[in-house]
């Protein structure tokens, strides 16, 4: 009775490694539940790949990262192998692609979708480069070739914005759109609320295994743009990329003294992605219908935005006739986004 | 191209008169957005029904109930049919059940979800009735006869509880769920934080529409329990009905004094739902996972639940791969409920 669905995994960082923690921690438990069994036929990521038609096995491999040694030392591996060389070869049923992401271009992430759509495999992403790059081709390409095209774990880890925007709110208008999506910068925000600079609140992030060695991404604002545009193309439904958030400024600026200011003010600075009516575009039928922004905002202490914390992502949707839901999510490390991307790997089972 | 959709709808208070006019308003975003027609083939309330293998008028119904006259003097209808005997003659895919609550025996909205699912009709429910009384039934007849069985409406309104709970947390433990569930309770309690009596909150509510002339149903905890004991048995998978909750305590002990002396501890008072492991329960591994309850609570002023004010609805799901998700819907009037049972049809429809 159990269905047997083949992966292929691109990406073995904090993410990849985690899905393959989940793979076998929760192996019973898919089995129960949805007669699923997961099994791993291909990875890839910068240095190698590894292919296996019958299987390879997730906790060798997870053992093998864990202990810090590369994909091309594992036993079977071609060492310079590419991913989209890997996919070519494979047989699986869905690609994941959890590799980093490519502000500039989307690759090599975009390639490997593509490959893998070209030969009718599902699509899974935790990246979000090539959504970012090219939602539309990608949406039309997975509708043509009837194979799934799922993200929900690129937008606030493992809590369901994506999934709820489409396929929950979905005779609604949406008014507009606002939301927390880095908890970096979230983190460092609130450090900085306790006192201290930008800069010891980075380091100390950095120290604590935060933030990222470059934390550009992330206190610059472009994380949460790129998230931004992923809600406006599939929730929203208005084609956009990166270059159509206007603003994108990060928390580099902020400094104490503004912090303190404004909270004996009772004001709280968040780092706020906002999609709200564009009335230039709305008066152009043709015209894009919300406008798309990221900055810091100061905001009332009671406001939903200021209650997500430290750690905390969320979001609000303001619609006409599914009132105001307010959404945030509690996660730490990586494991919550691996266990999106196992939503994502059961949904597309259970809708063939 | 347009895929038509025909719908028998039981119930005409307020939930079903606002389906009607959902109905009107959201046609061409249906058409437009998902190439869907809905027409109306058939519809009940206690006093009569009507047929029309070609269409009723919504706008001609809706107008009608909005003058205040019963269903059995709208043309064409029968007085005396009951909605049994027009779901047995009715040519529709959906049936639509937004009648009233019958705690004690689920009916007459029990045998108009049999009757539908034996024709082969989906099924999306409002009235939360049948589920608390039959649910594992139901399930299972309606996975027998290949129809759906959806009632996103039937918790919180809008907000997608129960989607979320199923299709989203799908690999997760669920560690307990804690919920306020009963915007009446919570908007009364609310008044008297702001002084007065219960009895004076309450008739406030009654004059303001919003508590029904017999609110024991709301400020009793049944509303809540019924909410709980459908959260119990779709999301966390365990069998159960109402009497499995306990305790269920609702608000009306509640006094201004207790309000008073605990608001100096920074306490606030909440009509709290409860899912928690079951220890004995776990012990025995055919015995039920989780504790149910529903009773007042006294909260820290910080927590999240306490942030669902007066008119709010919310849920907390702590879980053990997907973080802490906590959720809540700022919404007024049965349009939002209304809302989630077209969510309901065009996810039905779109599965298809």
Redesign the interface.
Known sequence: MSRTVRLALVGLGNVGQAFLD?MVA?AD??AN??DLALVLTGVADSSAAALNAGRLSPTALRAHKGAGKPLHSFPGSTPGMSAPEMLAEVEADVLLEASAVNLKTGQPGLDCVRAAVRRGMDVVLANKGPLVHAFGELETAARAAGVGLAY?ATVC????VV??GR???????IRSVAGIFNSTSNSILAAMARGGSYQDALRQAQLDGIAEADPSLDVEGWDTANKLVIIANSILRQPCTLADVQPVIGITAITPAQIQAHAARGEVVKLVARAEPDLAGLRNVSGPQYRLSVQPEWLPADA?LV?ISGWEMGIVFD?D????????????GP??T???M??DV??LTM?H
Chains 1, 2 share one sequence.
Do not use: W
């Not at 396929?167 to 208008?173: I, N, S």
């Open positions: 989940l929760k438990l898919l539940r949805y929900s880890g493992a809590l369901p999934n709820i396929r929950d709110l979905t005779a609604c208008d939903f209650s619609t006739i599914m009132g105001l839901q307010q959404l945030k999510v509690d996660e730490r494991i919550p691996a266990a999106a196992l939503r059961i949904s809708d």
